[in-house]
């Protein structure tokens, strides 16, 4: 059975950091995507970052591009989510997702149950 645990959300001043970790356990990711979503209040769920697990090749939208960054750490079987220079806008809560590394795949069957990150101004 395939979990997702994220951590490390939090309370955070605009302008500061957080890291986010994602552990994944269940079977073995190495043919596997790990992408990062937020969704807040009223809104719709948004991309946020991906990464290949075996290329490590990342993908960002531009809202955090330059001020967030997704790696992995193949030995703790953990992805995560580097988050700096905050804005208030940022915040909401942060999803972990998982989907296989395959051509025409692009939906994330595996979810985490999610970390709140509360930015303030």
């Known amino acids: 059975q395939v979990q997702l645990v994220e951590s490390g959300g939090g309370l955070v001043q605009a302008g500061g950091s957080l890291r986010l970790s994602c552990a994944a356990s269940?079977?073995?990711?190495?043919?596997?995507?790990m992408g990062w979503f937020r969704q807040a209040p009223g809104k719709e769920r948004e991309f946020v970052a991906r990464?290949?697990?075996?290329?490590?090749?990342?993908y960002y939208p531009d809202s955090v591009r330059g001020r967030f960054t997704i790696s992995r750490d193949n030995a703790k079987n953990t992805v995560y989510l580097q988050m700096n220079s905050l804005k208030p806008e940022d915040t909401a809560v942060y999803y972990c997702?998982?989907?296989?590394?395959?051509?025409?795949?692009?939906?994330?069957?595996?979810w985490g149950q999610g970390t709140q990150v509360t930015v303030s101004s």
């Open positions: 997702a998982a989907r296989p590394s395959r051509a025409g795949v692009s939906t994330y069957p595996y």
């Open positions: 269940g079977r073995t990711f190495s043919t596997y995507t």
């Open positions: 990464i290949s697990w075996t290329s490590g090749n990342t």
